[in-house]
């Protein structure tokens, strides 16, 4: 039991590390490159206290040099599913009845390994299993990481001090049990913190999880699963599991203990999802939670007051960095005419700048897309573009998957605001440019709102405060995340909790306490210290 009411450190956001040439981090995260990069891993999966090995395996390779093979990982069949489910519903027993500052401990010990003897480990694992650069990795692996698992504590306890009034002779007590089952985490290959976060908030509350991370991210998702282990998570808390998506979902779909599902991924998957959710709704001991981010086609629109530079710095920054493969990266922007081709300009000077290469050299800004099937989709569209009538190539447009999958970020400048890259979601470092006439301003802003099923992030580019204004109202419900005089990507724990709506997902934004409420369930408790042993009431007389 409990003996006080504890308060926990206070979360501040971990600093990022510059790896400039000469200090120690990038020494070191050059050094744990290079180890992962000429080694060779075998990844299990970790169901309970096993570590299963079934013989059928997958190799990984990086992006960025995709003939060669770093590792490999072993996928399960249904009973390895099943074993995941009962493994999580044994150790939630103990693992809800511990008490709530133990847990909290676990998770704030997990980020002090991330910040100190696991960060070049997270980081270099990064950068081979998703071609991030070394910014891209410290900004997401390490630091974004330690602030879910601080913040989120913080939040827990806050959650937890929450409690009713209490009227003469009565207490009345609200305690936030964990939901009755397991929670299923399905990860997505970008952000290795939100790989981590997904199967860590619901644990964190007091649930037992079965995690499936995405295929493209089992290097670094184990290094995630030893600062677990190495925490103290104890088994079974978090079972891990790779292989078929489909198998994995229907089986644990299946039972009747599941209770939620924490999800981030594509829009299709997450609608088929609610589906087989909704269809076996009579199966399940209690209504799951679903909570889901999405896709997005997020928008930078300029007033003719912004000043052009800076709004070329927010598209080359926020629709190529990570190659493009945000959620929340740029992807339609809206230009006045009367900036346009200075804007385009400087955007055309920055990607003639770009350094493109394997992440292992710190000097380069791009590196590779994902995999084969994210570079054929965006070779497509490219290729789409330069025959087009109302579409042009104005930038890159260059690609080559001989070694690496490398896409050159490439603008295309459309004169249909309906073209199909101005309302298809890509996920690459392709961008399409709509130019508005000045004085069309209001009226693009209502085409901003009305092109996409989306509404994750979006930014507007103002000098004017009334232009400001009025964009904030009119793009109300096309983000979750909006941004002004700035990037559309890039929120950071703690102070920009991350969601959105429309097909963008549930908007139960992560990074906040909003987010941990989905994985408990209140119990009221209210206790009468001398109870009444007359039925009348006074109106009886």
């Not at 590390?17 to 020494?27: F, L, Q, V, W």
């Not at 990086?62 to 249904?78: F, I, N, R």
């Not at 600062?227 to 009747?256: C, H, Q, R, W």
């Not at 104005?394 to 459309?414: C, Q, R």
Request: glycine share 8%; hydrophobic share 40%.
């Amino acid at each position: 039991m409990g003996k006080g009411f504890f308060q926990v450190p206070t979360a501040i956001n971990e600093p990022v590390k510059s790896y400039a040439p000469g200090t120690p981090e990038r020494a070191a995260v050059t050094a744990q490159y290079e180890a992962y990069f000429n080694g060779n891993i075998d990844v299990p999966m970790y169901i309970g206290s096993d570590e299963v090995k079934t013989g059928n395996t997958n190799t990984m390779s990086p992006p960025h040099d995709h003939k060669h093979v770093v590792g490999t990982y072993h996928l399960a069949e249904k009973k390895h599913v099943t074993q995941a489910i009962e493994s999580a519903l044994e150790a939630r027993e103990k693992w809800a009845q511990l008490t709530w500052e133990q847990r909290a401990a676990i998770f704030l010990k997990a980020a002090e390994l991330i910040a100190g003897p696991y960060r070049a480990k997270i980081n270099a694992a990064t950068m081979i299993a998703q071609s991030k650069t070394v910014h891209q990795a410290e900004i997401d692996a390490a630091c974004e990481l330690i602030d879910f698992l601080r913040f989120n504590v913080e939040f827990m306890s806050q959650i937890y001090e929450e409690q009713p009034d209490s009227a003469e002779g009565i207490w009345n007590r609200v305690e936030y049990r964990p939901l009755e089952g397991f929670i299923y985490a399905i990860t997505p290959f970008n952000f290795t913190a939100i790989a981590a976060n997904l199967p860590a908030s619901a644990a964190m509350m007091g649930n037992t999880v079965v995690w499936k991370p995405s295929d493209s991210q089992i290097f670094s998702a184990k290094v995630i699963i030893d600062i677990f282990k190495e925490a103290g998570v104890p088994d079974g808390v978090i079972n891990v599991v790779y292989g078929d998506p489909v198998m994995i979902t229907d089986t644990i779909l299946e039972s009747p203990d599941f209770a939620g599902v924490h999800f981030t991924g594509s829009t299709y998957v997450f609608k088929e999802l609610w589906k087989k959710i909704g269809n076996n709704i009579h199966t399940y001991k209690t209504y799951p939670k679903i909570v889901g981010e999405t896709g997005g086609k997020d928008f930078i629109i300029a007033h003719p007051s912004a000043n052009a530079k800076q709004v070329a710095t927010g598209i080359s920054r926020g629709a190529f960095e990570f190659q493009g493969q945000k959620c929340s990266a740029a992807s339609r922007v809206y230009l006045p005419k009367s900036i346009a081709d200075d804007v385009l300009n400087y955007v055309k000077e920055d990607i003639a700048s770009f350094k493109m290469g394997s992440p292992g050299d710190l000097s380069n800004f791009i590196t590779a897309v994902i995999h084969e099937g994210s570079f054929d989709k965006l070779a497509k569209y490219i290729d789409q573009a330069k025959t087009d009538a109302n579409a042009e190539v104005f930038a890159g447009g260059n690609y080559d998957k001989s070694k690496g999958y490398f896409i050159e970020p490439t603008v295309i400048v459309t004169t249909d605001p309906k073209y199909t890259t101005m309302e298809t979601e890509l996920f690459g470092p392709v961008v399409t440019v709509y130019v508005y006439e000045d004085a069309d301003w209001s009226e693009t802003l209502k085409l901003v709102d009305g092109t996409s099923e989306y509404a994750l992030t979006g930014a507007v580019f103002s000098g004017d405060r009334y232009a400001i204004d009025e964009a904030t109202k009119a793009l109300e419900n096309c983000a979750g995340n909006f941004y002004i005089n700035d990037k559309p990507t890039g929120a950071v724990v703690g102070q920009q909790p991350f969601g959105g709506a429309r097909a963008s997902g549930t908007n139960d934004k992560a990074g906040s306490a909003q987010n941990l409420l989905r994985w408990v369930s209140p119990r009221l408790i209210k206790e009468t210290f001398v109870s009444p042993t007359d039925y009348r009431y006074p109106f009886l007389g």
